[in-house]
Nanobody, 125 residues
């Protein structure tokens, strides 16, 4: 069974940090571009960051640039999202998604193939 599983969410105070993990099972992430999305209550899903299948190429939404860092460890079949200087407006359910595509596409409209179940991130003020 092909699946992605996110972990690492939780409750943190503003200014704090969290590291989310996205672990793949049933397939290897080496040839996949991975993106992180988030969806706040009552809002549309927003693309946050992505990293393509050739390590080193990343992209970030303006709202998180310089605060979030995406990385991948192909040996562990896992992608990470390090979130620093968190703000209350970062509160959302965070999802990772994978597509077998060489480029990093930061768009919720792009047809990502596999999705995780999401992990809640709550930032208190």
């Amino acid at each position: 069974q092909l699946q992605l599983v996110e972990s690492g969410g939780g409750l943190v105070q503003a200014g704090g940090s969290l590291r989310l993990s996205c672990a793949a099972s049933g397939f290897t992430l080496d040839d996949y571009t991975i993106a992180w999305f988030r969806q706040a209550q009552g809002k549309e899903r927003e693309a946050v960051s992505c990293i393509n299948s050739n390590p080193g190429s990343t992209s970030y939404a303006n709202s998180v640039e310089d605060r979030f860092t995406v990385s991948r460890d192909n040996a562990k079949n896992t992608v990470y999202l390090q979130m620093n200087s968190l703000k209350p407006e970062d509160t959302a359910v965070y999802y990772c998604a994978a597509v077998k595509f060489r480029l990093c596409v930061l768009s919720a409209r792009f047809p990502y193939e596999y999705w995780g179940q999401g992990t809640q991130v709550t930032v208190s003020s």
